[in-house]
């Protein structure tokens, strides 16, 4: 056995491994819950964490909620609130992470001089109702989510990698520099990010990482990076007009309805472009008190999306134009909030053979690839973007996990393995093992 098998049996001898990762996965994975309200998860983050010699932020110095334009609603935030006391949580810790937000940074500093690495692990779920179909996996092992959202894009895995990672990290520090692992919530609708960012988490940064589950691959493939991500902006629009009865004086009205409806059909039928691939949609529409009231509110919700951050750009501008002329025709007033947004992702290409190079050293990793073309959208791209703007590099880490249902759809799920591979490739980019060729195979 050699130096480094040897420091790594020791360190695996007491540390996280699949048994322990997949526990935390299945435990969080229980008790999903929403953006900007994972008040649970957050609590279960520090638990696990307890004891380690880390150094933390939270609150204002994690996430600035100033830059979040659009909270959850007081009532929603109630609901979750009392969830996660009914789980187990003291109302007292519920109550700071309501004020001050659930974002959480932990850091902990290796025994020699090197870069401060920075790695995202998001935390949220979806609002979706999770299969209990008894062929779906997490009903027949009983740990199906017990709330009104899922888990259905890994979420719980990544925050499970997160904590894993540090905890590999501690066992004996002997790793160059700083590791910061960025619990983030709010990754769904690309709300989270900017507001982190704000508070400076990035300040620093020499690289930025994350890791994501890729559903649709197999256990044992690693890609570098992802590419070809699209920009995105998401929009809240508000219509107010006037209500009035719509059979005796339906002149004295406004419609926020027909705005509303009007808007859509106008966003909907913008040209696409040639110099991008773009995407427009338009998600929810609510107005309307009754059926013999001109609608006097109306509220509804799009997004766009462009494999270009100008084009992106100049999509937002003709959609708010629609909006206004919209308005102005109909004679309401109007309210348009950006919710989330993201940009375009170009990864660092050292970072991603950096990464290529670690991974040979994981023996599970046997089908690696450089990149990705991925279109989704994600906020993790402003963080490569931040940390690249300011000199440093950045890449996005797929692992395939072999889900049985596509990501968001009420059947996803993941092999757990996939969490320990994340671990040992993160952990070996860290340790400096990409800095030294592997074991071959495997490569395309």
Known sequence: MDRHQHARSRRRSALMELGPLTEIRRDLHRHAELGFMEFRTASRVEDHLAGLPLTWRRGAEAIDLSQIAVLPEEAEQDFWAQAAIDAGVSRDRVDYFRRHGT???????????????????????LPIAE????????????????????????????????????????????????????????????????????AGVLKGVDAMLAVHVLGDRPLGTLIGSVTGAMATEKLRIRFRGRASHAAVSPEDGRNALIAAAMASLGIMS????????????????????NVNIVPETAELTCEARAADDDVLTELIRRVRRVVEGVAHTQEVDHDIAVVGASCTISPTPSLVEEVLRAAQHVEALQDRLPTHFQPASDDMHLMVREVQDHGGRGAYINIGGASPGPHHSPTFDLEERFMLDAVDVLEAVVRGRGDTEGPKGGDR
């Open 131 to 198: 299969s209990a179909q008894p062929e779906h996996r997490p009903q027949q092992l009983d740990f199906r989510s017990r709330t009104p959202a899922m888990h259905a894009c890994g979420h719980d895995a990544h925050t499970a990698i997160g904590i894993g990672l540090l905890h590999r990290l501690a066992a004996d520090r002997d790793f160059p520099g700083t590791v910061r692992v960025l619990f983030q919530p709010a990754e769904e609708g690309v709300r989270g990010a900017r507001g982190m960012i704000a």
């Open 270 to 289: 913008l040209p696409r472009f040639s110099a991008a691939d773009t995407r427009l949609n338009v998600g929810t529409l609510h107005a309307g008190d």
């Open 103 to 125: 974002a959480l940074v932990a850091e902990i500093e290796g025994t020699r001089d090197g870069p401060i690495w920075a790695v995202r692990s998001d935390m949220d779920a």
